[in-house]
Nanobody, 121 residues
Framework: VQLQASGGGLVQAGGSLRLSCAAS????????MNWYRQAPGKQRVLVAR???????NYADSVKGRFTISRDNDKNTAYLQMNSLEPEDTAVYYC????????????????WGQGTQVTVSS
């Protein structure tokens, strides 16, 4: 199972980007899907989470600006980022809790590679 993150780039402050995180491989079910970010010299922090039932949680710093969603048919999560600020500059990582078979004992946390988001002032 692999996660492929995409959609990062360079944008001016106030602009928007949409990140995608696609899961591929042998997948029976996906529980929560998450977006984290890590700025230079800082720890990786959770930005947004969406459960299999579409409940969402956001870091306080992005509430009202970022929206997480998912397409279960495509095994893909999205992060719509609006009103971007220079403080949002970071490498963004996605993760997902995945079962490969119906007999799997537990969900495994799978990580994708990061995608760079740079917001210029």
């Amino acid at each position: 199972v692999q996660l492929q993150a995409s959609g990062g780039g360079l944008v001016q402050a106030g602009g928007s980007l949409r990140l995608s995180c696609a899961a591929s491989g042998v997948i029976f079910s996906i529980n929560a899907m998450n977006w984290y970010r890590q700025a230079p010299g800082k720890q990786r922090v959770l930005v947004a989470r969406i459960t299999s039932g579409a409940s969402t949680n956001y870091a306080d710093s992005v509430k009202g600006r970022f929206t997480i969603s998912r397409d279960n048919d495509k095994n893909t999560a999205y992060l719509q980022m609006n009103s971007l600020e220079p403080e949002d500059t970071a490498v963004y990582y996605c993760s997902a809790q995945i079962k490969s078979t119906r007999w799997s004992q537990r969900y495994l946390e799978v990580w994708g590679q990061g995608t760079q988001v740079t917001v210029s002032s």
